[in-house]
């Protein structure tokens, strides 16, 4: 088992890979993982920019909060041609870019493996937040917001899927859910606190 000590990664002391298959598989990160919130709809609801909304507002009280943006399409994240791509083309079996200011890294995910552990392994390298937002995923477990407009001429998910917490519009739709409205984000920055602190 090697340990990668880098000064790039102070936030994580003890991270080990014990193998190149569980290469973002870190052993002994910090705990607990940071609650982690949905925010759903259909096509052109609003969902990027609502989450941005959010965020901000959640910054702005001190909050550290990490993203996800879901997709069930296949996109290649990498440029083709540039050299970390190149790296991967060459049978790397992942691959990180370190900068002085940003990292990331590229790696394949298992087609078997599901969501939630996908969530995990990202969740481990965002243990430091105080809140997951996940943009999109209607299928997954989690606390889930569904964002909704009139203008989609389509009704909401809520309708038929009573796991979506509340509906977020400021014209309320016809659905069991609570609606909550889309034009005050401190109330709903509120709301979801409290919900997330229990």
Request: include cysteine.
């Amino acid at each position: 088992m090697t340990r990668y000590p880098h000064p790039h990664w102070g936030r994580f002391p003890n991270v080990f890979f014990p193998s190149c298959r569980n290469i973002i598989e870190p052993v002994n990160v910090c705990k607990p993982q940071p609650p982690r919130l949905h925010i759903v709809g259909r096509r052109n609801a609003g969902k990027t920019s609502l989450v941005c909304d959010l965020v901000r507002n959640l910054a702005g009280r001190g909050l550290r909060v990490a993203t996800i943006k879901h997709t069930h399409h296949h996109h290649e994240f990498d440029t083709p041609g540039k050299d970390s791509w190149k790296h991967r083309e060459a049978g790397a079996v992942g691959v990180g870019i370190l900068s002085p200011h940003m990292m990331a890294a590229f790696v394949p995910s298992d087609r078997m493996e599901s969501s939630a552990d996908g969530y995990d392994r990202l969740a481990r390298m965002f243990c430091g937040s105080d809140l997951l937002l996940i943009e999109g995923d209607l299928h997954s477990e989690g606390l889930k917001l569904e964002v909704w407009r009139p203008e989609l001429n389509e009704p909401p998910y809520a309708v038929t899927d009573t796991a979506i917490h509340a509906v977020i519009s400021d014209v309320p739709p016809d659905v069991q859910q609570d609606v909550w409205p889309r034009s005050d984000v401190a109330d709903l920055v509120d709301r979801i606190l409290e919900i997330i602190n229990g």
